[in-house]
Nanobody, 123 residues
Framework: QVQLVESGGGLVQPGGSLRLSCVASGSIFSIGAMGWYRQVPGKQRELVAAITSGGNTNVVDSVKGRFTISRDNAKNTVNLQMKSLKPEDTAVYYC?????????????????WGQGTQVTVSS
């Protein structure tokens, strides 16, 4: 019923920029925190950046100053602007959102994930 669809990944040279977008769709009553995670083979998925419904952001130290997270509540989207990309940023990036669905008279909140989009930083 709820889907998160990412876009914007690809191949970029070191120092380049990419913008990831994620759109949530379906029977959505509310959206809480949204975020971006990344994962490389053999390692755990790690948080990159998160943003609350009120716009408060949290960005991990390794990307601070280079990545910016933003959201458009009217369009149910979250974006990740990435600049000054490094080879170590190469990973599959996943969109995450806490979404509430109205079940008769109760809002049931669950965590949802996108399918992932590959970001490769290489010359």
């Amino acid at each position: 019923q709820v889907q998160l669809v990412e876009s914007g990944g690809g191949l970029v040279q070191p120092g380049g920029s990419l913008r990831l977008s994620c759109v949530a769709s379906g029977s959505i009553f509310s959206i809480g925190a949204m975020g971006w995670y990344r994962q490389v083979p053999g390692k755990q998925r790690e948080l990159v950046a998160a943003i609350t419904s009120g716009g408060n952001t949290n960005v991990v130290d390794s990307v601070k100053g280079r990545f910016t997270i933003s959201r458009d509540n009217a369009k149910n989207t979250v974006n990740l602007q990435m600049k000054s990309l490094k080879p170590e940023d190469t990973a599959v990036y996943y969109c995450n959102a806490h979404i509430g669905i109205l079940r008769i008279d109760v809002v049931e909140e669950s965590e949802y994930w996108g399918q992932g989009t590959q970001v490769t930083v290489s010359s």
